[in-house]
């Protein structure tokens, strides 16, 4: 039996849980969220906790025990609290706005980048060089917020670039003079 597949997912007061056929939806205080799952897993309201039985012992039939529970885990989380992500724009003249549905950055380049905000997610900038990535849909905000990054990755000489709030960078030494 799949470890994370066999906890119950805790369905709290205020969310309502719809199944229909492979259809699971979620709506919360902070919106609405719907998942389709396969046949090899079966999903069965008890009360006020959901459980998740897979069909056989299938090696597809384990690996989509433990995927579909965190999958309705997150979803359940999302419509409650949210998923937040932030990245911090570190280098001499680097800044990054909010103008509208878009995020206008400038990175170093000759021109700035500009990244239109997906429906659904909420950016906030402010003049530190933090920038905030909120919505309810937890693989929303982490895509995104990676497509951010990717855009002027940290180097290791002098730390210039975009990371994550929580991501440490391995600075190396530069080249030292002659001897």
Avoid: C, W
């Avoid at 994370?4 to 699971?24: F, H, R, S, T, Y």
């Avoid at 937040?84 to 170093?108: C, D, H, P």
């Avoid at 929580?166 to 600075?171: A, L, P, V």
């Amino acid at each position: 039996m799949s470890r994370i597949g066999k906890l119950p997912v805790a369905v709290p007061a205020g969310v309502k849980v719809n199944i229909d056929a492979n259809v699971i939806t979620v709506e919360g205080p902070k919106g609405k969220l719907s998942q389709s799952f396969g046949d090899l897993v079966t999903v069965k309201l008890n009360g006020s906790s959901l459980e998740l039985d897979r069909k056989d012992d299938s090696k597809n039939a384990r690996a989509a025990h433990g995927l579909y529970r965190n999958l309705i885990n997150n979803m359940i989380t999302g419509v409650t609290n949210g998923f937040t992500k932030s990245l911090i724009v570190t280098g001499v003249g680097y800044r990054a706005e909010v103008q509208g549905k878009f995020l206008v950055m400038n990175l170093g380049y000759s021109t700035d980048f500009v990244a239109a905000i997906p429906d659904g997610l909420t950016v906030t900038a402010d003049a530190q060089g933090k920038i905030s990535i909120s919505g309810i849909d937890k693989q929303q905000v982490g895509e995104f917020a990676a497509e951010i990054r990717k855009l002027r990755e940290p180097e290791p000489y002098k730390g210039k670039g975009i990371r994550y709030e929580t991501e440490t960078i391995r600075r190396k030494v530069g080249k030292s003079g002659a001897k």
